[in-house]
C-alpha cells in the first residue's frame, strides 16, 4: 500500500504534506512527489525516499495553502520519477493522487490515447487524470466528472483530486482502499492513514466505499457515488502522538518490540476479571447467542497474522472445545468454502485493511456466516464490515514486520478461547482463572524477556554472516517457528525456513550441515522431549543450534547457544518465545547494515492483491 496526504487550510501546504509524507513512509518508500494548488498547480517528484524529495523542494519555495502528496509502493510501471505520483493530465489542470489497481486501464488508457490524450507514466493511476479532464471538457463540473470517471473503472481506488482552478478545494474517493478525513478549525486533513494526521487532530471521518467527499477549508460534502446525503460520521481517536514516533529507539522496529509490556496490558485493560474469573468482551455481546450455536470457527488472515491465527487454533480448540480451521485469506476467496450459518469467520488484521481478508469476509457474508473481527485500527474496513469483534489496542504499528500487533493478536486470541469456553460452558472454572492469571502476570514476564535483550544480541552478532537458517517448533511453538523465519526473511533477507519439528525428517534435514544453523523453540511444555529428539538429529548432522527454552530445562546440554525465557502455562508461552525471535531478526537486519523499518518490495498494509 502506498500513503496519501492532503491538505487544505489557512497553513503553507508543503510543510504539513512533507510531515504528513514523513509519517507514512512505511507505507511504500520507492518514490514521492507533491503538488500545490497556487493559481496553477506545480508538481515536485522524485525517485526513492522522503529524503531524495525533500532535496529537491528545497529548490522550491512552493508556496499555497492546499496541496496533494504521496509515497508510493510500485505497482504498475518501475520506481522511477516518471511513475511518481502525483500524476496530472495533458492541460495541467487537474493532478491525483492514487492507491490501489485499476484492473481496465490499459483499455482506459487505449481509448483516451485515440482521442488525443498523452501518457507520459507507465502507471495505471494517469489514466484517472486523464479521464476526470475527458470529463471536464464534456462540460462537467468537477464532482460529477469524478463521478463519471469513477465509473468508467473497475479496480480499487483510495483518491485525491487538486484542479487548478478550484482553489481551497480537494474531493476524496474510496472503493476498496482506505482513507480518512481529519477534521481542524478552518483546516482539513485526508490521509491513507491517521498516523499522518494524528499530531494535527484526532477527529476524524473514515470513508466508506462508494462514498466521495469534497473538502474545503470552509467545510465537508459527502456523498456516494451513485446517490446524493450522506451523514457524516465522526470519531474522536485516542492515539497519542508519541506513538508514531521513535522516540529514543533507533527504528520503529525495535521501539514496538519494547513497547510490548504495555501493549499486552493494553490489550487485557478491563477485560480480565480475576475476581470473577471471565474474560470480558463487550465487543462480542452483541452476538452471544449465535456464539452459543457456532458448530465451527474459520480464522482468516495473511502473513503474521495467519500465524497468529493458527495459535488461535490451538487455543479455541483447547479451551473452548470448537472446531477450528485457519485459511490463508489470499486463498480462501478463490475457494469454494463450506460455510455455514453456524459458522463463525474471524477476520485477523493489524490494518484492517487487508484485501484479501476483507474479501474473505464479504464471501463469509454472502453465506450468512457470523462475521468477527480481530483488528488494531479503528474504523477501518474489516472493523465497520464485520458482524462483532474485538480491538487489539496496540496503538499505531509503523514497522512493516509487524511485531507487537502480533503478540497483541495472541493475547486477545487467548481471551476469545476463554470467552468462547465459558459462553458454551466447555471450560472448567479452574483453568480459565489459570488462563487469566497467565494473562494477567504476562506484561511483567515479557519485561524479563526484554530485560535480557543481551543474550539475544550476542546470539544475533554471531550468526551474522549466515545465509540460510531453519526455525523448529512443535504444536503451540510451531507457528512461531513460521513466524521467526518470516520475520528473519523480512527485515534481514536472510533465507530461512520455519517448520513444525515433526515434519523436519521428511524433507528439510536434508538442507542440515556445519553451515546452516537451526533455531529449536523447546520450552518445558508436553512435547519438550520430543523437541529434544530433534535436536539430537540436528548435532547428528553437525548443524549449530540455537535453542530458545525455558528456565531450568536441560536442552542446552546439546545446543550451540541458548536463549532463557521465564515459563509459563503452555498455552501462552508463544507469547515469550516469539520475543527472541522478533529481536534476532531485527538484531541481524542491523548487524548488516539494512533498515528494518523498510524491507525491500514490501509496504505496511497489502491492500491490493
Not at 524529495?53 to 522511477?80: F, M, Y
Not at 484485501?355 to 469476509?361: R, S
Not at 541458548?562 to 548487524?591: C, G, R
Amino acid at each position: 500500500m502506498c500513503g496519501i496526504v492532503g491538505y487544505v487550510g489557512n497553513k503553507q501546504a508543503a510543510p504539513v504534506l512533507m510531515g504528513g509524507l514523513r509519517k507514512l513512509e512505511y507505507r511504500g518508500y520507492d518514490s514521492a512527489g507533491v503538488c500545490i494548488q497556487n493559481g496553477r498547480l506545480t508538481t515536485v517528484r522524485s525517485e526513492g525516499k522522503i529524503a531524495a524529495l525533500d532535496l529537491k523542494l528545497a529548490k522550491h519555495h512552493l508556496q499555497g495553502t492546499s496541496g496533494i502528496a504521496h509515497t508510493r509502493w510500485a505497482t504498475h510501471g518501475v520506481p522511477e520519477e516518471r511513475n511518481a505520483h502525483p500524476h496530472r493530465d495533458c492541460s495541467g489542470s487537474v493532478a491525483v493522487v492514487h492507491n490501489g489497481i485499476i484492473e481496465n486501464f490499459l483499455e482506459l488508457r487505449e481509448e483516451l490515447t485515440g482521442k488525443g490524450h498523452i501518457f507520459h507514466s507507465d502507471t495505471d493511476s494517469e489514466v484517472l487524470a486523464h479521464l476526470i479532464e475527458h470529463e471536464m471538457e464534456a462540460g462537467l463540473p468537477a464532482l460529477q466528472a469524478i463521478r463519471a470517471s469513477l465509473a468508467c473503472v473497475r479496480g480499487t481506488y483510495g483518491l485525491v483530486v487538486i484542479f487548478k482552478d478550484l482553489p481551497q478545494t480537494l474531493f476524496t474517493a474510496r472503493m476498496g482502499s482506505p482513507l480518512v478525513i481529519g477534521i481542524g478549525d478552518g483546516e482539513h486533513y485526508i490521509a491513507s492513514d491517521p498516523s499522518a494526521i494524528i499530531e494535527h487532530t484526532r477527529d476524524v471521518m473514515f470513508l466508506d466505499d462508494g462514498e466521495i467527499a469534497c473538502v474545503s477549508s470552509e467545510g465537508i460534502t459527502l456523498c456516494a457515488l451513485d446517490r446524493e446525503d450522506v451523514p457524516h460520521r465522526i470519531q474522536h481517536l485516542d492515539w497519542e502522538v508519541e506513538t508514531a514516533s521513535r522516540g529514543e529507539h533507533a527504528h520503529f522496529m525495535l521501539k514496538e518490540i519494547m513497547e510490548q509490556p504495555q501493549v499486552i496490558e493494553n490489550s487485557i485493560r478491563g477485560r480480565v476479571d480475576l475476581i470473577g474469573g471471565r474474560a470480558v468482551l463487550g465487543g462480542l455481546d452483541d452476538v452471544r447467542d449465535r456464539l452459543k450455536e457456532i458448530d465451527r470457527i474459520v480464522i482468516v488472515g495473511c502473513g503474521s497474522a495467519y500465524y497468529a491465527g493458527l495459535v488461535g487454533e490451538y487455543l479455541i480448540e483447547e479451551l473452548a472445545g470448537i472446531s477450528v480451521e485457519v485459511e490463508l485469506a489470499s486463498e480462501f476467496r478463490y475457494r469454494k468454502p463450506i460455510i455455514t450459518e453456524r459458522t463463525a469467520v474471524l477476520a485477523v488484521s493489524q490494518s484492517g485493511e487487508t484485501a484479501d481478508t476483507l474479501e474473505a469476509i464479504v464471501e463469509a457474508k454472502r453465506k450468512r456466516a457470523l462475521t468477527l473481527g480481530l483488528v488494531n485500527t479503528v474504523g477501518s474496513s474489516i472493523a465497520r464490515a464485520t458482524d462483532a469483534g474485538v480491538y487489539n489496542h496496540a496503538g499505531p504499528e509503523i514497522g512493516v514486520a509487524s511485531t507487537k500487533a502480533f503478540v497483541s493478536q495472541m493475547t486477545v486470541l487467548s481471551l476469545i478461547a476463554v470467552y468462547l469456553g465459558q459462553l458454551r460452558g466447555f471450560l472448567p472454572e479452574s483453568k480459565a482463572r489459570e488462563v487469566l492469571a497467565g494473562l494477567h502476570e504476562m506484561p511483567e514476564l515479557v519485561e524479563k524477556v526484554l530485560a535480557n535483550r543481551g543474550q539475544v544480541t550476542r546470539v544475533a552478532e554471531k550468526y551474522r554472516g549466515m545465509e540460510n537458517c531453519l526455525f523448529l517448533g512443535r504444536k503451540y511453538q510451531a507457528p512461531i517457528a513460521y513466524e521467526g523465519a518470516l520475520k528473519l526473511k523480512e527485515v534481514s533477507y536472510i533465507h530461512a525456513e520455519g517448520y513444525s519439528s515433526g515434519e523436519m525428517k521428511h524433507g528439510p534435514i536434508a538442507l542440515i550441515d556445519k553451515s546452516f544453523p537451526s533455531i529449536v523453540l523447546c520450552p518445558q511444555d508436553s512435547v519438550y522431549e520430543k523437541t529434544c529428539s530433534n535436536i539430537s538429529e540436528l548435532r547428528a548432522r553437525k548443524g549449530p543450534i540455537i535453542a530458545v527454552t525455558t528456565c531450568g530445562s536441560m536442552s542446552h546440554v546439546q545446543a550451540d547457544d541458548v536463549i532463557i525465557v521465564p515459563h509459563t502455562m503452555e498455552a501462552l508461552q508463544p507469547i515469550l518465545t516469539v520475543i527472541p525471535l522478533q529481536l534476532i531478526a531485527y538484531e541481524a537486519a542491523v548487524a548488516r547494515g539494512l533498515d528494518p523499518d523498510k524491507p525491500r518490495n514490501l509496504a505496511k498494509s497489502v491492500t491490493v492483491e
